[in-house]
């Protein structure tokens, strides 16, 4: 039994390869993250209302720098991005198949943007070297300029299996507030106001002191939602987020996710949804990228241009919705065809 | 009427073969009159005289002491290496053929090395009890360690924890469950090693009252240290059920 285990590997705990920057992380931007959480709808300026002037300033600087919000998601990108992806190439081993080859893309903030793919064609793995737990092979990512090369402190990852991801000996107030362990800046009270915020924003407020085994497959999903919205990132990426939860759930926790992106949009929160369910991405996303199969390059790229607030029932009969899905089914079946041949290709070397 | 009757019956149909067993023996003690069989009653007569409380203090005490001690520094030593050698490849590497190699041991056959290292005191007690724990407490610990979920910490990287943050925040509570599992058969182990080592040029201890029962044909002494042995070792199992239930109920849903 002690000597199965030699052959993991020996950095799952530590960070990405050798090219770590000294510093560990880059640099944190403080001022944007103090404009965060000053402009969250809790404490949102109204009028005849007093807010404290710092507030106002810091998000004022930020809807400056941010001036784009959702409304113009059909915007073609101008400026610099907040992420660009830039021909990344992955190899797990020298003499593996190839997974990801040349994905290149990039996303603004506000975006949000859904990436969709046959199952097994290495979206986790692009999702993984996104968010700088995975070293690529080739490439870079880039966060406003800044080269990834370890978890920036500006994301957040929400990943497919809650049973995997939550940490079930903490009740779920602590599974929320576990992002702001690391969180010096903040107080106590900022702290559980946060979590407080985050576990309403969910619709879990009443079961705090429940631990992840005591609650259903979608409670637990959203559970790991208000985890990372606690963390209030300004990228939030999703790996699959509701694969795992039925139907009914999966629809509850869509609508969700878009009333977090609207209460967040003052600030930007930027959306990175990977999914293999055309539908949920054309419902979400202002921006589709169709990935083709294995090794993983982006096929097509398209814009949602659906009217907003999206209804589950309304956007989802619209001509457009369906003309977008069907594109997106022959993009996918042509991309399966020219992926099949070269799969074949590869599965022979 | 008859269905309360049954379950009444199905209720004392545990405690029908221990009894039975108990009857005989007090039975056959005493039609027999073999040396070696004492009556039950007069083993109880012993267990009143000798364990109320002469013998609790001069024996019990220092065995469960003892016991202590070796059980939380084994488990401390196999909980710690555990979960570095589950968590570092590097340690893993460095540290496994060796106490793979000292595994394989039968932990009794280190009796006569620990009473040359540490002579027939209470320190040589100790340590055998602390080796016996080590290993199966270290194996669990390495395995908790190493199934730790790659989600789990990939969640903690994320979030901006160091590599030591998230081996005590993480790797460690989800290591858990194997841990007491591994703690749970550590128990009678430590329980087998502490009666074993004060067999050996003992001047206390259960084990030594056992010995000295049978050396002087105290026939009913000897008997009346087994039940104390059976009842401690019962005892510290229940105990430990409990324990286990309370800290580790969310490991039962997961």
Redesign the interface.
């Known amino acids: 039994?002690?000597?199965a285990?030699?052959e993991?590997?020996?950095d799952?705990?530590?960070?990405v390869g050798a090219r770590t920057s000294p510093a560990g992380?880059p640099t944190p931007v403080s001022a944007t993250d103090s404009s965060l959480v000053k402009s969250t709808p809790g404490d949102r300026p109204m009028p005849g209302k007093a807010v404290p002037t710092e507030g106002l300033t810091s998000m004022t600087t930020d809807l400056q720098q941010h001036p784009t919000g959702r409304s113009s998601a059909v915007q073609t990108p101008s400026g610099s991005p907040i992420l660009r992806v830039d021909e990344l190439r992955k190899r797990y081993s020298d003499d593996g198949p190839l997974v990801c080859d040349g994905l290149s893309f990039s996303v603004d903030q506000g975006d949000f943007v859904a990436i969709v793919g046959p199952s097994g064609c290495g979206k986790s793995t692009m999702l993984?070297m996104i968010?700088g737990?995975l070293e690529p092979s080739a490439g870079e990512v880039r966060l406003r300029d800044q080269k990834i090369v370890?978890?920036p402190?500006e994301?957040?990852?929400v990943?497919q299996?809650y049973?995997?991801?939550l940490?079930?000996?903490l009740s779920v107030e602590r599974n929320v507030r576990?992002?702001l362990?690391?969180r010096r800046d903040l107080s106590k009270e900022e702290k559980a106001a946060r979590v407080a915020e985050a576990i309403e924003t969910v619709g879990l407020t009443g079961f705090e002191s429940y631990?992840?085994?005591?609650l259903s497959g979608g409670m637990q999903q959203r559970v790991a939602i208000a985890?990372a919205l606690a963390?209030r990132p300004r990228i939030l990426l999703l790996d699959e987020p509701f694969a795992s939860v039925d139907a009914l759930t999966k629809e509850g926790l869509e609508d969700t996710l878009l009333d977090v992106q609207k209460q967040f949009a003052d600030s930007g929160m930027t959306m990175l949804l990977v999914t293999h369910d055309i539908d949920e991405a054309i419902y979400l996303a202002d921006r589709i990228l169709v990935l083709s199969k294995p090794p993983c390059a982006v096929a097509e790229e398209l814009v949602v241009d659906l009217p907003g607030p999206r209804s589950q029932v309304e956007t989802r009969s619209l001509p457009e919705f369906l003309r977008i899905r069907a594109h997106i089914h022959d993009v996918m079946g042509l991309s399966a065809q020219r992926g099949g041949t070269r799969g074949a290709a590869r599965s022979t070397a | 009427m008859t269905a309360r009757f049954s379950s009444l019956g199905l209720r004392l149909l545990p405690l029908a073969l221990p009894i039975a067993l108990l009857v005989a023996w007090e039975y056959f003690g005493r039609t027999l009159g073999n040396v070696y069989l004492p009556p039950l009653s007069s083993v109880f007569q012993t267990l009143k005289d000798d364990w109320f409380f002469d013998h609790t203090l001069s024996d019990l005490l220092p065995s469960l002491q003892r016991f202590v001690v070796g059980y939380l520094l084994g488990s401390t030593i196999g909980i710690g290496l555990g979960i570095a050698?589950?968590?570092?490849?590097?340690v893993?590497?460095f540290l496994?053929p060796t106490?793979?190699f000292l595994?394989a041991l039968p932990a009794v056959a280190i009796i006569p090395v620990a009473v040359l290292i540490f002579g027939l005191g209470g320190g040589m007690r100790v340590a055998v009890i602390v080796f016996g724990v080590l290993f199966p407490v270290l194996?669990n610990t390495?395995?908790g360690a190493?199934s730790c979920?790659?989600?789990?910490?990939?969640?903690?990287?994320?979030?901006?924890?160091s590599?030591l943050?998230?081996?005590r925040?993480?790797?460690l509570?989800?290591a858990?469950p194997m841990i007491s599992a591994g703690l749970r058969v550590a128990l009678p182990i430590a329980l087998i090693m502490m009666v074993v080592s004060e067999l050996v040029g003992g001047q206390n201890g259960i084990g030594f009252y056992l010995l000295t029962g049978q050396s002087l044909f105290n026939i009913p002494a000897m008997f009346a240290a087994l039940f104390i042995l059976g009842v401690l070792g019962n005892v510290i199992n229940a105990g430990y059920a409990k324990l286990e239930r309370r800290w580790l109920?969310?490991?039962?849903?997961?």
């Open positions: 039994m002690l000597g285990a030699t993991r590997s020996p799952r705990i530590g960070k992380r993984r968010c737990l370890s978890p402190p994301m957040a990852l990943f299996d049973t995997r991801s940490y079930p000996w576990f992002p362990a690391k631990h992840p085994g005591q985890r963390f | 050698i589950g968590s570092s490849r590097r893993a590497q496994e106490l793979e595994r194996v390495t395995v190493r979920r790659q989600e789990r910490i990939d969640v903690a990287r994320m979030y901006g924890l590599r943050q998230i081996i925040r993480v790797v509570p989800s858990l109920f969310w490991a039962n849903n997961v």
